[in-house]
């Protein structure tokens, strides 16, 4: 971000892939998380907002990769972060941080579609005034996020100096994140569909590798995508738990990520062919077979709400004492409910 003397400038490098036209080289490469809607993009390049150089551009103007473009924002749609008495899982917390078990079906913090009932609104009720301003006014304390529908361990800052001591370890990729996630099939070291993927290795003791580049999909720009270059490098590492059904059907995987990008574990078990349970957005739709995994067990993935994704494991350096911390999360209850449906489970693979 910039500034101009009308406000806030947001810089767009487009990329290889950019569609010819302005605004739809616009909806595949503003960023997520701004609070920037199609509509609103919309309107500010018909308010003559957006420039190439010093050259305003409208909507069909023609762009090409490499060009940045400029967005003036002016002044942003108002979302208005109040404080809500929501309850709150506290795990740990002291005077400079609070860790959080975040439940499914909770956004993290405000956005034009969500002004209510957020874990930033739950926070600043549970911690006062003091969280105000703390990375952002949109954002208070937030240093990363989960999806709405994950589950699972979240930390958050309670002040200035502890933010930026979080913020630049999630930066360096040293903050230590484990996922559970129930998949479709069993990413094992002999898996056929892991055979000639680019990016896919098979290290000791049968964990999966994945690194490939990720961006915005090019036909929905809340997708992500495995992409051949550009983008962002994203690296997760997966190894079997428990198989269940008889032949295995579903596994229980453990994933931990060396980076953090938007939705990386659900677009690489989907690039492996191991698609999440219950993600309507990247699992795919697979047929399961009733004698592996019973009438029941079928039934309930088919109708399980959320995607299976839980974050059960967050490590840390405290900001401010340097005290190692360590923090694990049991599965809730809806998918131990799942699993408790499966057949008997199988042996790992």
Not at 92 to 114: Q, R, S
Not at 197 to 213: C, D, H, K, M
Request: aromatic share 4%; glycine share 12%.
């Amino acid at each position: 971000m910039s500034t101009d003397p009308f406000g806030e400038v947001l810089r767009v490098t487009l990329g290889e892939d950019t569609p010819s036209r302005l605004d739809k080289a616009l909806a595949l490469y503003v960023p997520e998380g701004l609070g920037l809607s199609r509509s609103r993009i919309a309107k500010l390049v018909e308010e003559g907002s957006v420039r190439r150089g010093g050259e305003v551009l409208i909507a069909k103007s023609k762009v090409a990769a490499g060009e940045e473009i400029g967005i003036t924002l002016g002044a942003p749609e108002e979302v208005e972060t109040l404080a809500e008495d929501i309850p709150l899982e506290v795990v740990y917390e002291d005077d400079d941080l609070i860790v959080i078990n975040k439940p499914a079906g909770m956004v993290v913090h405000p956005a034009v579609g969500n002004p209510r009932g957020t874990l930033v609104n739950a926070l600043l009720f549970h911690c006062g005034e003091s969280l105000q301003g703390i990375g952002g006014e949109r954002r208070p304390g937030i240093v990363h996020r989960i999806d709405k529908d994950t589950s699972g361990l979240l930390v958050a800052a309670k002040t200035a100096a502890a933010h930026q001591g979080l913020a630049a370890q999630f930066e360096a990729h040293t903050v230590h994140r484990h996922y559970l996630a129930l998949v479709h099939g069993v990413p094992y070291v002999g898996d056929p569909r892991l055979r000639g993927l680019n990016g896919v290795s098979v290290e000791t003791g049968g964990v999966v590798r994945i690194a490939t580049q990720l961006d915005r999909h090019r036909g929905d720009r809340q997708k992500q995508a495995v992409v051949p270059s550009g983008g962002r490098h994203a690296v997760t590492r997966a190894r079997v738990v428990e198989a269940y059904g008889q032949p295995a059907g579903i596994s229980l995987i453990d994933c931990w990520l060396e980076t953090g990008r938007t939705h990386q574990i659900r677009v690489h078990m989907a690039y492996a062919g191991h698609g999440l349970i219950g993600d309507q957005t990247y699992g795919g739709r697979r047929k399961m077979s009733e004698k592996a995994l019973g009438v029941a067990g079928v039934a309930a993935a088919e109708a399980f709400p959320r995607q299976a994704l839980h974050a059960a494991t967050l490590g840390f350096t405290h900001p401010i004492s340097g005290e190692d911390l360590h923090f694990e999360s049991p599965l809730p209850q809806d998918i131990c409910d799942l699993i408790e449906a499966f057949a008997k489970p199988v042996s790992a693979l």
